[in-house]
């Protein structure tokens, strides 16, 4: 039998999952591997979380919901917007998702038409990349200078050089964990008006910097699209829960797309999230884990060799440029793993062009699990 294998498949593969995989096999055999390498936080979700999931399964009516989203989640997320940003969203505008994954695919084949051109950063989350590739989308990656964020004057010139129909930033990014001020910001939506430009806010880290206030995209133009998730902050990652704020010319085409595609999120997990914006408190504790990591990585990167690419403003990522030791990221990771037995993900999948001397650390892990993957790592270097 013949088996049809479409072009739009040949798409990267995600290396930090190919990382976690040997990863994985090597826990299997007895290694005490720690993982650096995925951006999941080690805690489970909030104690409310997890008590309102378990009554949803005793209740047991798990089905379905209308495809935009159960009301009470769709609500609490208006007035999480409210209470944290001072930005009034209305609920009407609010699409949940199964995670942000689900979200750009939304946004993506809602937004664009195939050979359109779509503009993003290099480093940049490879998802980006890959979905678009997937769907016939032309990705315009517009380099960053060492340590930098996107600009409005950048998103300019490359838009003067080969014009595009969107834009997609990150704040805090993944891999580099820089955060865009809230002026940069502004000037960005402005610019973006002026040349007809749409605009698409990953906001998954938010809530996740250490020395900035949270800024939504919103608060500058409310006809940005805007993604977030229960991922990251919430300790959510398993739940495949996230949602997206659109305008409401894009709100039927989405819903249109979503019936068909997703149906709708997971009810369970929908019922469950709606109480993760009450375990503040139990979550900022997770957060000061983070902060401790963070620290204590800042003084021991440099001191290893291992040269901070850019400031660790947000997120749970450390960007380290490598090529003081190779010049193959990936072989270096691999290496890592099997002698070090610490895991960390290779630049390729950040940057196609750069990621050869690059690496991310996640220090998303437990504080003490971060201290003794320094110590492995400054023995193996050493040697």
């Known amino acids: 039998m013949t088996v049809a ?68 989640l769709r609500e609490a997320i208006s007035n999480h917007y409210a209470d944290h940003y001072d930005v009034d969203v209305p609920y009407s505008r609010i699409v949940v998702t199964t995670g942000s994954s689900a979200a750009f695919n939304l946004a993506f084949l809602a937004m664009f038409d195939p050979r359109d051109r779509v503009a993003t950063t290099a480093p940049g989350y490879p998802a980006y990349r890959n979905i678009m590739k997937a769907l016939g989308i032309e990705l315009i990656e517009i380099p960053l200078a060492k340590g930098g964020y996107p600009t409005a004057e950048l998103m300019a010139d490359a838009f003067r050089d080969r014009p595009f129909k969107g834009f997609l930033f990150a704040s805090p990014a993944n891999p580099t964990g820089s955060v865009i001020p809230a002026d940069e910001i502004a000037r960005i939506a402005m610019t973006a008006k002026e040349l007809g430009i749409s605009l698409i806010s990953d906001e998954i880290y938010h809530r996740l910097a250490f020395d900035a206030a949270d800024t939504t995209a919103l608060a500058a133009d409310p006809d940005v699209v805007v993604i977030n998730s229960f991922s990251k902050y919430y300790c959510m990652t398993g739940w495949r829960i996230g949602w997206m704020v659109v305008p409401d010319a894009l709100l039927r085409p989405i819903e249109r797309i979503q019936q068909s595609l997703y149906i709708s999120a997971p009810e369970l997990s929908q019922r469950a999230a709606v109480h993760a914006f009450g375990a503040g408190v139990e979550l900022d504790a997770v957060k000061r884990k983070y902060a401790m990591s963070r620290e204590m990585l800042l003084k021991q990167l440099p001191r290893l060799g291992l040269e901070i690419a850019a400031p660790m403003d947000g997120a749970f990522y450390a960007y380290c440029d490598v090529s003081r030791f190779s010049n193959d990221s990936m072989a270096f990771a691999r290496r890592m793993i099997r002698e070090a037995h610490v895991a960390a993900t290779p630049g390729h999948d950040f940057d196609p062009v750069n990621g050869h001397r690059t690496m991310r650390f996640s220090y998303a892990g437990d504080p003490a699990d971060m201290i003794e993957a320094m110590d492995r790592l400054e023995t193996w270097l050493a040697k």
């Open 5 to 72: 294998i479409s072009r739009r498949s040949a798409v990267e593969p995600f290396h930090a999952m190919d990382v976690l995989a040997d990863a994985n096999r090597l826990k299997a055999k007895g290694f005490p591997i720690i993982s650096m390498a995925v951006g999941q936080p080690s805690e489970p979700a909030p104690k409310a979380v997890r008590d309102a999931a378990v009554a949803a399964a005793i209740n047991g009516r798990i089905g379905y919901t209308d495809a935009l989203g159960i009301s009470e």
